[in-house]
């Protein structure tokens, strides 16, 4: 391949992210972290390979879904609810069938095959608000990957309940290890929504601060006691 002429901001950005990325080479190295490293490296011959008279922004933003220091974060809100009964036919929502399994929990990397869609997470840390990156993933990653995960791979349906005309009720029914487990999730723009939410009669324990509740954890530990 052949580069384009001398572009200073193209060769400084190069320097900039060249460093960054030993840096989050040696980082999951020395945290042993080697899914995601392994990841990682096909990711970057990939990409490297792929250079051609680019720009500096278009290697940035190849860039920035590798790093996490450099990918555009999603900032989760969400409050979590234990149910113990549900008041109406879920036959009436669209469902998702999902399975998940984390390559690592602190911090939080997963794999998720949601339907016909497979996806890398990288979640920060945090309770209601913690930020999250997302990776697609072909089907051949996504098999690869997830027999390297640790722990539990958590199997359930996800149903869709719109509650107002912004809101939406994502409710979890877990199957298999972590059945008969019914969490519901509500997300929401800004933290002061999440904090004034009032829950539908129907919700049970607010489990929003209890990282027990955490996919994560369950993945690791099973169901509370």
Same mark, same amino acid.
């Given at each position: 391949?052949?580069?384009?002429?001398?572009?200073?901001?193209?060769?400084?950005?190069?320097?900039?992210?060249?460093?960054?990325?030993?840096?989050?080479?040696?980082?999951?190295?020395?945290?042993?972290?080697?899914?995601?490293?392994?990841?990682?490296?096909?990711?970057?011959?990939?990409?490297?390979?792929?250079?051609?008279?680019?720009?500096?922004?278009?290697?940035?933003?190849?860039?920035?879904?590798?790093?996490?220091?450099?990918?555009?974060?999603?900032?989760?809100?969400?409050?979590?609810?234990?149910?113990?009964?549900?008041?109406?036919?879920?036959?009436?929502?669209?469902?998702?069938?999902?399975?998940?399994?984390?390559?690592?929990?602190?911090?939080?990397?997963?794999?998720?095959?949601?339907?016909?869609?497979?996806?890398?997470?990288?979640?920060?840390?945090?309770?209601?608000?913690?930020? *999250?990156?997302?990776?697609?993933?072909? +089907? &051949? %990653?996504?098999?690869? #990957?997830?027999? =390297?995960?640790? @722990?539990?791979?958590?199997?359930?349906?996800?149903?869709?309940?719109?509650?107002?005309?912004?809101?939406?009720?994502?409710?979890?029914?877990?199957?298999?290890?972590?059945?008969?487990?019914?969490?519901? *999730?509500?997300?929401?723009?800004?933290? +002061? &929504? %999440?904090?004034?939410? #009032?829950?539908? =009669?129907?919700? @049970?324990?607010?489990?929003?601060?209890?990282?027990?509740?955490?996919?994560?954890?369950?993945?690791?530990?099973?169901?509370?006691?």
């Amino acid at each position: 391949h052949s580069f384009a002429p001398f572009n200073i901001s193209l060769y400084l950005g190069y320097a900039f992210l060249n460093a960054k990325i030993v840096h989050f080479l040696i980082l999951n190295f020395l945290t042993r972290n080697f899914s995601m490293l392994s990841l990682m490296l096909a990711w970057l011959l990939r990409f490297f390979n792929s250079m051609v008279a680019v720009d500096f922004k278009i290697f940035y933003n190849k860039c920035i879904i590798i790093f996490p220091d450099y990918m555009e974060a999603i900032m989760e809100i969400e409050r979590k609810y234990l149910i113990d009964e549900i008041p109406f036919d879920l036959k009436d929502y669209s469902c998702k069938v999902i399975e998940q399994g984390y390559l690592n929990t602190d911090p939080v990397v997963r794999v998720r095959r949601s339907n016909d869609k497979y996806i890398l997470t990288y979640k920060g840390s945090g309770l209601m608000v913690r930020e *999250e990156y997302n990776l697609p993933l072909n +089907e &051949e %990653a996504y098999r690869h #990957l997830i027999q =390297k995960a640790d @722990g539990i791979i958590i199997s359930k349906k996800r149903y869709l309940i719109p509650l107002t005309d912004r809101l939406t009720i994502e409710l979890d029914i877990f199957e298999g290890d972590l059945a008969p487990l019914k969490l519901a *999730e509500v997300e929401f723009e800004t933290k +002061e &929504e %999440a904090e004034s939410f #009032l829950p539908p =009669k129907w919700f @049970g324990k607010d489990v929003t601060f209890s990282s027990d509740y955490h996919n994560s954890t369950l993945s690791r530990v099973g169901l509370p006691t």
